[in-house]
Every structure is written in structure tokens, then in C-alpha cells.
């Protein structure tokens, strides 16, 4: 059986695929649950039915947890995030997932700028154990020409 994790929001989903034997249940968390990574920018950031946007005329960034919760019987090691999401013509959205340990050290990052209308792109953390906090900084691009919509994330555990 797979599991799977993924995180919708801000022009994506991010998902995470683990091996196990255990049942699997779905956890969401909305792109509407990431905030502007700097305080002073918290008004260029537009709330949607379907997730975060960015509204100022310059790029802005949000940052946002993604749930992280391997079955009791995960040995720990990589997990693999699926990046999905849109981009309005001519944009781009720079994505960043970093894993810490319980005492603020990083384990792994990983990054991607996705230019594409539509992509779905896997992105592999690494020296991942059970004890993990995972989260995501995704650069929106300027908005106009159409919107890039972060939608969030699901877990599916």
C-alpha cells in the first residue's frame, strides 16, 4: 500500500509518497493556511476559495507547514513531495521544502521553479525520520496577465 501526503496550495500541490502496510486516511491543508513569509507584505497576499495568491505588481513570498505523519512503521529515510500547480502566461513559481529535526536542524532541502501553465513535479527530502517538520517557502510570481493560484496540501496516511 502507498501513502501518500500532498500539499495544495499557492499554484500547487506538494504530495508525499511513503511505503507502508498501514490503512491509509486523508489529511488536507488548504493553500488559504500559508501567510506571507514577511509581515509587511501580509496585504499582497489575496485568500481564495482555492487558495493564496499574490496581488502586488512585484513577486511575494508564503511560507506554509506541510503535515508530516510516516506510519508508526516507517524506518525514516526519503519521501517524495508532489509539486502541482499553475502558472499564469509567462510566470514562473519558485518552490523550496525543507525538512528539520525537533531542534531546528536542517535535514534535506529541495527546490524547483516551475514555468509551465501546468506541472506536477515529485520532490525528494532526504534523512527524513518520524520526529520531521516539513515545510514549504513558494515565491509567487507579480500579479498580472492572469493569476498563479497556490492551492495547498493533502495527506493521504
Known amino acids: 500500500m502507498k501513502r501518500v ?32 513569509y514577511n509581515a509587511s507584505q501580509v496585504a499582497d497576499i489575496d485568500y481564495l476559495s482555492e487558495g493564496v495568491r499574490n496581488i502586488n505588481a512585484s ?16 524506518a525514516g529515510g526519503a519521501a517524495t513531495f508532489w509539486v502541482d500547480g499553475s502558472n499564469a502566461a509567462g510566470k514562473s513559481t519558485a518552490i523550496t521544502l525543507a525538512a528539520f529535526n525537533w531542534n531546528g536542524v536542517v535535514q534535506s532541502t529541495v527546490s524547483t521553479t516551475q514555468t509551465a501553465a501546468t506541472y506536477d513535479v515529485p520532490l525528494t527530502l532526504t534523512n527524513l525520520t518520524t520526529f520531521s517538520y516539513i515545510n514549504g517557502i513558494v515565491t509567487l510570481p507579480s500579479f498580472g496577465g492572469g493569476q498563479t493560484v497556490f492551492r495547498g496540501v493533502a495527506v493521504v496516511q
Not at 18 to 34: C, K, P, Y
Not at 62 to 67: L, P
Open 5 to 36: 501526503v500532498s500539499t495544495l496550495g499557492l499554484a500547487g500541490v506538494v504530495s508525499l509518497a511513503l511505503g507502508s502496510g498501514v490503512a491509509e486516511a486523508n489529511t488536507n491543508t488548504h493553500g488559504a493556511n500559508w501567510h506571507a
Open 59 to 74: 513577486s511575494r513570498t508564503v511560507i506554509g507547514s506541510i503535515g508530516f505523519h510516516p506510519p508508526p512503521d516507517w
